[in-house]
């Protein structure tokens, strides 16, 4: 059988279960839509611009990037995680994953002392 | 098998209607929601090919991580304007004149190319995560040390190019 | 898998280890730094290679050359590479110092703590002896100079710049890596020695063989600006800072090199019938566009990067020799044209006047002559240089590549190359009428320089000197070249 079988079929289950969600209400849910109700209310005029998108800060595209980083990085750490059980080479993958966590915490400590981490 | 049969089939035709969404969807969200749902097939698919790393390599890298990514993109960019862009009829010819080219190509190299020779494991053998770890911790321990310098280079590049304080 | 780690492995890949430590180093030392202490972290930075070049010395002739599980060849052949390199990033350290302080760079250490990352991925490219290695060599190689093209951040070309060459520079790593897949599917493995093993075997199929040779050179020429892959060069040299420029068109450009010229003689050797022809047709295409693209261009940088592209071609001839004494022929070009390169930017970074950007129209360098004869001097050595006129060093780079190239009966080939050299004499030669010939326009402030002094001095010695007694060099490079 294929292997986390059991995972699979979870996640069919949540994506019909999320789908039908989705397709029960557009058929059952009123549906009453008009012009004013559906354009964005900006102080009562009306909209100008981009209203409707809002402003977005380029922060949250370092955040976003600073993510994907570290992401990578825990990926790595599940192999390791499932092989530290091994005797014979555990001590020595051990070190190995220290040395890539800290090349990479350097560059944690170098983004916090940047002020890549603060908001304001 | 027949079960794992028509998996196949349902995770592929999935895959293949929410990939033609995602080219022909005026609004770039609903196309980055169907690109979420493609992703997904194709981790689902690694998954009956007995590789269950790679479909969580495929979640947590492509949409976990890369799909967010495409969502700022797409807040930074203006969505009215990306969806009013269309392709002008005229150039509509030269489009499916390169399509069907690169149709015929990828035929032959699969059908005349020989590609069913190649075979890189076992047919039906489960590629472990142990196996992936083992490998990738002793035979390839210089690559992967090479790795978290090429992460700590794109994460300096990317505060490099956000943060200009001077001082 | 049996798997031995030894401290032999450490001591093999020690230079690297030296790098990217001290790279590590200096992005510490720079939070650290106030802004006009900045160049500190340009000091450590060559303090760092210079104990990299130390470790490499101690590996020469190794007896062991394979390290890390057959990851990284430590041959003389990537030593040789590696010391040009070291060359490289040293002298591209000392042209920052003062060019950073002019443009208003000097607050970010990160601009020379970049460089020397990227030359952790240069010296990974010209050991690699894996197509995994190698491929995040270049990666580790690139991604800095991404973002060093864009350093100069108010400047929108230098965005539109950098953002060409990362987008190329993405479509190209795919169409690598797509070439590299395949070879894998061929041949189960991606050992270089291993592949040569597989292909000279000779059961697999010859399609997919093609299209991955393609997929691969044209992934590879990318990196190393040959002609239909060559259209970010333009933009990315005029926009990038002008240390940055030279940096790439020098360093990243000789390690594709190393890593083509390996990958197509160690692996695919067993093919040459199949890629010597697509090379060809590169190299010639890439000598023709860039030198006669070159006459049209009226900024310095760009006419440059038009050049480079055109010595590319040169250099890929050598490989389409395939022969060990090609192979040679291409590590003197590179080293040779390292120097007479980085001289030229020296030159063209001393024209800089403070405040607002000059010496970059070729216009600026009318009568320089006039006004300052011994800058003038050594400009006109290294275009000497670069257009391949006696007794100049490159003029001797071509010959070994000429020669290597009739040796194996490529008389056609031969024949182009020297075509295209004329051509080039043309653009050259220009700057130095305008030099010598032309009255001054304005006044020139150059900038005086320690550093950019040690600079040219070394570049000028190194061109005439290799230009003059190029045997014992040559020699060096013959013995370490691949394919004996």
Known sequence: MVPYFSILIMMGFVGILGTAALVMNKIMGPKNFYKDKLSPWECGMPPVGDADRGHFKVHYFLIAILFIVFDVETLFLFPWAVLLADKTISLFIFFEMIIFLVILAVGLAYAWKKGALDWV | ?167 | MNFAFSIQDVLGVLPEIIIALGACAMLILDLFLERDKKEWVAYLGIFVVILAAIASWCLINTAEPYVMGRMMVIDNYSLFFKFTFYLATILTLLLSINYAKSADLDYRGEFYTLMIFSLCGMLVMASGSNLITIYLGIELMALPIYVLVGFLKNDTRSNEGAMKYVILGGFASGLLLYGMSLIYGLTGTTDLAGINAALSAGTVSPVILTLSIVLMAAGFCFKLAGFPFHMWAPDAYQAAPTPVTAFMAVASKGAAFAAIVRVFLEALYPAYAEWQMILAVIAVLSMFYGNTVAIMQTNIKRMLAYSSIGHAGYALLGLVAGTGEGSAAIMFYILVYTLMNLGAFAVIIMMRKTGKVAGDSIYDYKGLAKNNKVVALVMLIFLFSLAGIPPMAGFMGKLYIFMALINQGYIILAVLGILTTAIAAFFYIRIVLFMYMKEPEGEFDLVKSCALYIVIAISVIGVILLGVVPGSLMELASKAALLL
Do not use: W
């Not at chain 2, 749902?37 to 998954?47: G, K, W």
């Not at chain 2, 911790?137 to 280079?153: A, R």
């Open chain 2, 1 to 167: 098998m027949l079960i794992e049969y028509i998996l196949f089939i349902i995770f592929a035709v999935i895959a293949i209607m929410s990939s033609l969404c995602v080219v022909t969807l005026r609004n770039p969200v609903h196309c980055a929601g169907y690109l979420i749902v493609t992703l997904l097939q194709v981790a689902a698919l690694f998954l009956l090919c007995r590789s269950p790393f790679l479909a969580v390599v495929q979640v947590f890298i492509y949409v976990g991580a890369v799909l967010v990514l495409f969502l700022f993109v797409v807040l930074l960019i203006d969505v009215k304007k990306a969806s009013m862009e269309i392709f002008k009829p005229k150039h509509r010819p030269l489009a499916y004149g390169v399509l069907a080219i690169l149709l015929i190509e990828t035929l032959v190299v699969i059908f005349v190319g020989g590609l069913e020779k190649i075979r890189l494991a076992a047919p039906g053998a489960e590629v472990k995560v142990e196996t992936i770890g083992r490998e990738l911790f002793t035979s390839y321990i210089f690559p992967f040390e090479i790795v978290s310098v090429v992460l700590l280079v794109a994460m300096v590049g990317a505060i490099v190019m956000a943060i200009d304080r001077r001082g």
